[in-house]
C-alpha cells in the first residue's frame, strides 16, 4: 500500500553560527521597521546592546515566567500598541516564544486576551508578523503553531496557525552559555519531540526522517554539550537536534511522554524538558514495536532496549528526577487520571488508560 500524506512547513528557516546578525534583514523581509523583543529577563542586557546595532528594535519586554502565563501575553501586548510596532521577535526559549506567538496573534484585535485563551473569541483575521529566535536547543517552539500559556493554575497547550513563526534565525552561538541543567532538559525535549513525533498514530515519512536524525544528533552531542557548553560542534549539532525535532512533531503531535509531562509540571513543579524525560525511556519500552527497533538502528544503536538506557543514563547525567519519591507526595490517582485523560495521550500508538499508568508509575517509585 501507497504512503498518502501532508507536509506543510511555512516558516523561513536561517541557520548557522551568527546568524543572529541577520534579524535586520529579517525584519526587513516582514516588511517591519518597529518591532517588540519579548525575551528571557537574564537576555535583557543583550538585546539592549543588539538595539544599537538593529535600530528597528523599538521596545523590549522581558517580564516572561518560566511557564509563562497569560498576564505576560498581555503586558507584551500593551507594549506593541503603546510603541505601534508592526512584528514581534521572541528570543529566548520556549516560554518566551510561546508568549510572543499568543501576544502577536491578538494585538490587531481588541479583545481581552482571556477571552482568546478560553477560547471565547476567534483570533484575529490579521496578526503582526512574529520571528523565533530560539536561545535553548530542545523546544522546537520556532517551528511550531503551537503556544503553551497559563492563566494562574490552567494551563492551556494551544494548537492554531495563527501561532505560526513567519522567520526563524536559529544561530548556535547563542546556547552557548545555557547552564548544564537547562542544556540536559531541554536537550531530552528535544529527544522527546523526534520520538513522539515518530510513533505518533499521525506520523508521516517526512517527519520521519527528520525524527530519526534528531534523536541521532541528540545521543551523539548532549552529553558533549552539557559537559563543555563551549565545544561549538555539541552547540550546532543540538540545535539542529532541536530543530528537526520541532519539525518532526509539528504536523504528528506528540503523544504518551508529553501527555504526562503537563500534570508532572504543574502539580509537581517538574520544568517541562524534565517532565517529558521523566516517562520517555517508559515510553521506549511501552512503544518498542518493528518501527522503533529501526529507528534504533538507523540512530546506531542496537534496539530499543538500549534507547532505553541511554535515555536514562543521560538524566542519571543530568541530575534529573527520575523516580517518584522525588516528587515528594504523589497523589497517585490524579496523577493517573490526568495523564490519562490529557488529548495528546489519544496519539500514542499504545492505549494508555488510568490502569495502564498507574503499571508505569509503580515501576517508577
Not at 473569541?121 to 529566535?133: G, H, Y
Amino acid at each position: 500500500m501507497g504512503n498518502e500524506f501532508l507536509y506543510r512547513q511555512p516558516v523561513v528557516i536561517r541557520f548557522g553560527w551568527g546568524k543572529i546578525a541577520e534579524l535586520g534583514d529579517v525584519l526587513k523581509e516582514q516588511g517591519a521597521d518597529r518591532c517588540l523583543v519579548v525575551c528571557d529577563r537574564f537576555l535583557r542586557d543583550r538585546v539592549e546592546a543588539l538595539r544599537q546595532e538593529i535600530p528597528e528594535i523599538a521596545a523590549i519586554f522581558s517580564e516572561v515566567e518560566e511557564n509563562p502565563q497569560l498576564s505576560g501575553v498581555e503586558g507584551a501586548v500593551k507594549l506593541i500598541r503603546e510603541n505601534k510596532v508592526n512584528a514581534v521577535v521572541g528570543m529566548g526559549g520556549g516560554s518566551t516564544m510561546d508568549t510572543a506567538k499568543f501576544a502577536a496573534a491578538i494585538a490587531l484585535g481588541d479583545g481581552e486576551a482571556i477571552g482568546y485563551f478560553r477560547g471565547e473569541r476567534p483570533f484575529p483575521a490579521e496578526r503582526l508578523p512574529m520571528i523565533a529566535v530560539p536561545t535553548t536547543a530542545g523546544t522546537g517552539s520556532e517551528v511550531t503553531q503551537v503556544s503553551v500559556i497559563s492563566c494562574g493554575k490552567e494551563k492551556k497547550t494551544i494548537n492554531n496557525p495563527v501561532f505560526m513563526p513567519r522567520a526563524a534565525l536559529i544561530d548556535p552561538a547563542l546556547t552557548e552559555t545555557v547552564p548544564p541543567r537547562t542544556t540536559m532538559n531541554t536537550g531530552l525535549d528535544a529527544m522527546a519531540h523526534a520520538l513522539e513525533g515518530y510513533w505518533s498514530k499521525n506520523h508521516q515519512p517526512v517527519s520521519d526522517l527528520m525524527a530519526v536524525e534528531a534523536v541521532r544528533l541528540v545521543l551523539n552531542n548532549l552529553e558533549t554539550a552539557y559537559k563543555d557548553g563551549h565545544d561549538r560542534t555539541a552547540r550546532e549539532n543540538m540545535a539542529l537536534a532541536a530543530l528537526l525535532g520541532g519539525l518532526s512533531f509539528a504536523l504528528p503531535k506528540t503523544a504518551g511522554s508529553h501527555a504526562c509531562s503537563y500534570p508532572l509540571s504543574e502539580d509537581y513543579h517538574l520544568p517541562h524538558g524534565e517532565a517529558c524525560a521523566f516517562t520517555l525511556d517508559s515510553f521506549v519500552r511501552i512503544n518498542a514495536d518493528d518501527r522503533l527497533e529501526e529507528l534504533c538502528r538507523r540512530a546506531g544503536l542496537s534496539g530499543t532496549a538500549e534507547l532505553g538506557e541511554r535515555i536514562r543514563a543521560l538524566k542519571q547525567l543530568g541530575g534529573l528526577r527520575t523516580r517518584l519519591s522525588d516528587l515528594g507526595d504523589v497523589d497517585m490517582d490524579k496523577l493517573c487520571h490526568d495523564c490519562a485523560v490529557h488529548p495528546l495521550m489519544n496519539n500514542n500508538p499504545v492505549k494508555m488508560d488510568e490502569a495502564a499508568l498507574r503499571q508505569m508509575f509503580e515501576g517508577l517509585r
